[in-house]
């Protein structure tokens, strides 16, 4: 007789698989009994507070990018999902900060890590990686984290994935587990770069589409006339024309904000379920004082006060809380930087900040007063409690 919990998976799309793999798992899986009295040290091996990880090897990705493969110094890396993040910590001149990279390498393997760095303007942590971290430095970070990644009992085996810029490295994880492990999915990438010569992993993508049947690859350039390929950006007729029938797609999107509000509008505009749209967070974006419902009295560039704990540290209108208690040396818990974990979260005491879009804001944090530090911006002399 099926228990409850059978029978609701038995309902859910793609359902009669997963209930198979689960009975695969129960009848060739590992014995767990063997395991009891070790649920601490079981649950901090996939679940670390901090990975110690090397770099051991350090690959060219494009004249802007590189791709750095980390191991770990006690020969154990947690499984993940292909979609998933590390979130990397770094010391640079005294002031200790982190970023959240999502992973690049296939989970089917856990030799190593790979994640892709790529520069960007004024960027603090992307130039620290690009002009000086090498082979043998030691860093540290989360273990893995994200909800960006594909759930077999509410995904359509059909994917889209719209990627802009340096977004494209969830799905080159994506794309190796799904090919290299012989996954029963169809996948259309689509692939929005100023230029050719700026994609990343732009001839691995292009062969593997060209090995592969259910791998369909489309580069659309929106900045170089002369690219002898798809030009423009990746609205509702692009995603049209390249996949054909989209009803019966699930849609994945990591870029820049201003790329993914826009490709969001598009699907939308194509008739496409909300349901059916993921979305990854790209973090803060660089220039938020073009924010849409940014104070139009200031420029970004004011100095205000932040107070901790009775003691005042000097706190930029541009850059967010967080940074500015990273600045002040004070440390303070952090994961994916986007507004959607909660790690960082702090109570806003006194003063105004401005929070940035894509923050998943609890009810309780409205009510009791919490924000998220990682994308809320002074905008008035601002006091917090840790």
């Given at each position: 007789?099926?228990?409850?919990?059978?029978?609701?998976?038995?309902?859910?799309?793609n359902g009669?698989e997963?209930?198979?793999?689960?009975?695969?798992?129960?009848?060739?899986?590992?014995?767990?009994?063997?395991?009891?009295?070790r649920?601490?040290?079981?649950?901090s091996?996939?679940?670390?507070?901090?990975?110690?990880?090397?770099?051991?090897?350090?690959?060219?990705t494009?004249?802007?990018?590189?791709?750095?493969?980390?191991?770990?110094?006690?020969g154990?890396?947690?499984?993940?999902?292909?979609?998933?993040?590390?979130?990397?910590?770094?010391?640079?001149?005294?002031?200790r900060t982190?970023r959240?990279?999502?992973?690049?390498?296939?989970?089917?393997?856990?030799?190593?890590?790979?994640?892709?760095?790529?520069?960007?303007?004024t960027?603090f942590?992307?130039?620290?990686?690009?002009?000086?971290?090498?082979?043998?430095?030691?860093?540290?970070?989360?273990?893995?984290?994200?909800?960006?990644h594909?759930?077999?009992?509410?995904?359509?085996k059909?994917?889209?994935?719209?990627?802009?810029?340096?977004?494209?490295?969830?799905?080159?994880?994506?794309t190796?587990?799904i090919?290299?492990s012989?996954?029963?999915?169809?996948?259309?990438?689509?692939?929005?770069?100023?230029?050719e010569?700026a994609?990343?992993?732009?001839?691995?993508?292009?062969?593997?589409?060209?090995?592969?049947?259910?791998?369909?690859?489309?580069?659309?350039v929106?900045?170089?006339?002369?690219?002898?390929?798809?030009?423009g950006?990746?609205?509702?007729?692009?995603?049209?024309?390249?996949?054909?029938?989209?009803?019966?797609?699930?849609?994945?999107?990591?870029?820049?904000?201003?790329?993914?509000?826009?490709?969001?509008q598009e699907?939308?505009k194509?008739g496409?379920?909300?349901?059916?749209i993921?979305?990854e967070?790209?973090?803060?974006r660089q220039?938020?004082?073009?924010?849409?419902?940014?104070?139009?009295?200031?420029?970004?560039?004011?100095?205000?006060?932040?107070t901790?704990?009775?003691?005042?540290?000097?706190?930029?209108?541009?850059?967010?809380?967080?940074?500015?208690?990273?600045?002040?040396?004070?440390?303070?818990?952090v994961?994916?930087?986007?507004?959607?974990?909660?790690?960082c979260?702090?109570?806003l005491?006194?003063?105004?900040?401005?929070a940035?879009?894509?923050?998943?804001?609890?009810?309780?944090?409205?009510?009791?007063?919490?924000?998220?530090?990682?994308?809320?911006?002074p905008?008035?002399?601002v006091?917090i409690?840790?």
């Amino acid at each position: 007789m099926k228990s409850i919990k059978e029978l609701l998976l038995g309902t859910l799309q793609n359902g009669p698989e997963v209930l198979n793999d689960i009975k695969v798992c129960r009848r060739n899986g590992k014995d767990i009994v063997t395991e009891i009295g070790r649920v601490g040290s079981k649950i901090s091996e996939y679940h670390p507070k901090i990975l110690k990880l090397e770099v051991s090897e350090i690959i060219e990705t494009s004249a802007d990018a590189k791709t750095f493969r980390l191991t770990s110094e006690n020969g154990w890396l947690p499984p993940f999902m292909a979609g998933q993040f590390i979130n990397v910590f770094t010391e640079i001149d005294g002031v200790r900060t982190s970023r959240p990279y999502s992973l690049s390498s296939s989970p089917a393997q856990r030799g190593y890590y790979e994640i892709t760095v790529a520069r960007i303007p004024t960027g603090f942590v992307s130039d620290y990686f690009l002009n000086t971290v090498k082979v043998g430095d030691k860093l540290e970070a989360n273990g893995p984290a994200g909800h960006f990644h594909f759930n077999p009992i509410f995904h359509r085996k059909k994917s889209v994935y719209l990627a802009g810029g340096s977004g494209i490295t969830p799905f080159v994880s994506m794309t190796r587990e799904i090919l290299e492990s012989g996954k029963d999915r169809e996948i259309y990438l689509i692939y929005g770069t100023r230029t050719e010569k700026a994609a990343l992993f732009y001839e691995e993508l292009k062969e593997k589409a060209a090995a592969y049947p259910n791998f369909h690859f489309e580069p659309v350039v929106s900045d170089d006339p002369s690219f002898a390929g798809r030009k423009g950006f990746i609205d509702a007729a692009c995603i049209k024309e390249i996949v054909g029938k989209i009803d019966d797609a699930d849609f994945y999107i990591c870029g820049p904000q201003v790329m993914n509000d826009f490709c969001v509008q598009e699907l939308e505009k194509a008739g496409v379920d909300h349901k059916h749209i993921h979305r990854e967070v790209f973090g803060a974006r660089q220039d938020i004082e073009n924010e849409p419902g940014w104070p139009s009295e200031l420029t970004g560039k004011e100095e205000f006060t932040l107070t901790v704990d009775g003691k005042k540290y000097p706190a930029r209108a541009n850059e967010s809380i967080l940074t500015a208690l990273e600045r002040a040396g004070i440390k303070a818990p952090v994961c994916c930087r986007s507004g959607g974990c909660g790690m960082c979260r702090v109570k806003l005491v006194s003063g105004r900040v401005f929070a940035a879009r894509g923050v998943l804001v609890r009810h309780a944090d409205e009510k009791f007063g919490y924000i998220h530090s990682c994308k809320s911006y002074p905008i008035s002399d601002v006091e917090i409690m840790l």
